[in-house]
């Protein structure tokens, strides 16, 4: 991990000082940034910093691997030589990111078990999407109830950004309406 202010300042993109920017702002991650960079690479270590800096930077390891303000200045060369500051910036997260992914699957965790009717007819992601969308079984059920079999499905294939809020999958599509109407014959 990285401050992203700091890192950007570093290498130019930014004229504002680190000190002059909230610290809490934004921080960033190297191993994905190296990963898109180094799309070749695979296997158990090698993403390490040593091992990086040894093949990319022709640095023989001079074993102050692991001390905070050495590894910060190989991180420092191999960024600046490799690495767009635009990539970093789009890379950064604000520290509330985590927090707020973390609250988010706690929310969808909730919802799930009263999605427990649709477990065999829907796969485990199309059953999570449903919580992302605030959508649970009782509001699926009041949807065909209240507008049929046509107000399920455009509930479904309501269009977000432009892609459907959950599925437009036909076959998927069939098997919730046939779930629901069967469930309402059984009642």
Known sequence: MFNANNVG???????????EIPQNTSQGDSLPLFKKHFKGRS????????TL????LQQESSGAFHEASYDLYVLKSLVSS????????QNAKTYADPVNH???????????P????????????????????????DILQKKFDDKGEE???ST?????????????NRRVLAQISAFFKSKNVCD
């Open 9 to 19: 300042y570093w290498l130019g993109g930014t004229e504002t000082p680190p000190e």
């Open 43 to 50: 296997g158990e270590g090698a993403f390490k910093l040593e």
């Open 53 to 56: 800096a040894k093949e990319f």
């Open 82 to 89: 490799y690495i767009d500051n635009e990539d970093i910036f």
């Open 102 to 112: 973390v609250i988010e699957l706690r929310r969808i965790n909730a919802v799930l």
């Open 114 to 137: 009263s999605l427990k009717p649709l477990k065999g007819i829907l796969t485990n992601s199309m059953l999570r999407k449903l919580p992302k969308e605030n959508l649970t079984f």
């Open 151 to 153: 107000g399920l499905l």
């Open 156 to 168: 479904l294939t309501l269009l977000k950004n432009g892609k459907p809020q959950i599925t437009k």
